[in-house]
């Protein structure tokens, strides 16, 4: 009964509130102390990655501003990366023997050992003078952050309940979606490349439409 409380407090997904087809979870759900701390979580890493553009975008007291922001909110990203490390494996022997078994843990190390490398990395680049080291070093923080979670779920989608290929759409669809895709994801990246060069440079107080 406890194990089953446990789990349940640290489930984040609607999927463990399903019955069949039928949603039987509440509106409160997303309320539960996982979710709580995943969702806090992700407001100090978008604030982390919020800090990296200013630097690199601004300069004077708003650029030192960012770097004290900057250093606050890595601080916060990384309690929540070493709290949820620690609490997936503590609730799911499934994840912690693919965390911790040999020679599973000596294949995964680099995961956690390049975490705290470009946290430190992070960190002298917003103590320091550089102005990019800190945006790169906290999209590189997010995508092993991403890696880490892929590797425990691998290859479900949804923690005991969905595969990947389970949730996929169907295959009229799949065969459906790379007709748009080829056409609107070179239009989306020359558009958005576009705009971060007429974009480019420091924000200046005086820059404006006249």
């Known amino acids: 009964m406890a194990s089953r409380a446990w ?12 019955a069949g087809r039928h949603f039987v979870g509440s509106s409160f759900d997303c309320f539960i102390p996982f979710s709580l701390l995943t969702g806090i ?4 890493g978008y604030a982390l990655l919020g800090a990296g553009w200013l630097v690199l975008k601004t300069e004077g007291e708003l650029q030192a501003r960012a770097r004290r922001l900057g250093r606050f909110a890595l601080l916060g990203v990384l ?24 020679p599973n843990l000596a294949f995964l190390a680099p995961v956690p050992i390049v975490t705290a490398l ?10 320091g ?25 691998w290859p479900m989608i949804v923690s005991h309940h969905y595969t990947l290929w389970q949730a996929a759409s169907s295959e009229s669809t799949q065969a459906f979606l790379p007709v748009g895709t080829l056409f609107l994801l070179p239009v989306i990246l020359l558009y958005t490349g576009w705009s971060y060069w007429v974009f480019r440079g420091k924000v200046w107080a005086d ?4």
């Open 129 to 153: 003078r550089g102005e990019a080291g800190q945006f790169v070093g906290a999209v590189g923080l997010f995508l092993v952050s991403y890696l880490g979670i892929a590797i425990s779920l």
């Open 79 to 102: 309690a929540a990366i070493v709290i949820v490390s620690l609490w997936t494996p503590a609730i799911d022997p499934s994840i912690a023997h693919r965390w911790l078994s040999w």
């Open 207 to 210: 820059i404006g439409y006249h």
């Open 7 to 18: 789990r349940r407090s640290a489930s984040g997904s609607a999927a463990r509130s399903a």
């Open 41 to 44: 979580g992700l407001v100090f």
């Open 118 to 127: 470009l946290a430190w990395f992070i960190w002298r680049a917003l103590s």
